[in-house]
């Protein structure tokens, strides 16, 4: 068959896509688009994360009280959580970024185990706390407790 010269049209049947196989592409990238959002993480992160998070930084509020020989304490509201130490006979909040004040993640709720508002813990110069505490974090269905003990320990369970 003699090359056409330029300008002339194809021949029937060679003239692009055909609905069908533009359908197909579209199905398939509908379908790949599905599994990419499955497959990439809550960017809250998981709540076990939140909650280790929270233990390191209570485990600093401990290192802190006996590093400075001075009482720090933690307290904690559904809502977040900060960190305090003792100043001339008063609680100062502190400012410094691992233990300034910090809101839970979006969806995020603390349940303190009694039927309290808003609970302290404080750690004495030696460490030890002057209550154990538990508290719970839920999100989505999902939990995790922190666990302060009374000689200063702190866990995540769950």
Known sequence: MPISAAGSNP????????????M???????LASAVVMWAVPDPRG?????????????KGAHDTAIVEA?????????????????????????????LRVTQWS???????????????VTFDETGLA??????????????ADVQIDADGTVRVVG
Not at 46 to 58: G, P, Y
Not at 74 to 84: A, C, E, H, I
Not at 108 to 119: C, D, I, Q
Not at 130 to 143: F, K
Request: net charge positive; no cysteine.
């Open 24 to 30: 197909v592409v579209i199905a398939i990238i509908g």
């Open 46 to 58: 998981r709540v076990t994360d939140e909650a280790a998070r929270f233990a390191l930084r209570v």
């Open 106 to 120: 979006d969806g995020t709720t603390a349940a303190l185990g009694s039927s309290e508002a808003r609970t302290r």
């Open 11 to 22: 021949p029937d049947g060679a003239r692009g896509f055909t609905l069908v196989e533009l």
């Open 130 to 143: 002057d209550r154990a505490a538990t508290v719970s974090l839920r999100r989505d269905g999902a939990r």
């Open 70 to 98: 001075r009482p720090v304490s933690l307290w904690v509201t559904s809502g977040g959580y900060g960190f305090d130490r003792r100043l001339a006979g008063n609680w100062t909040p502190i400012a410094e970024k691992p």
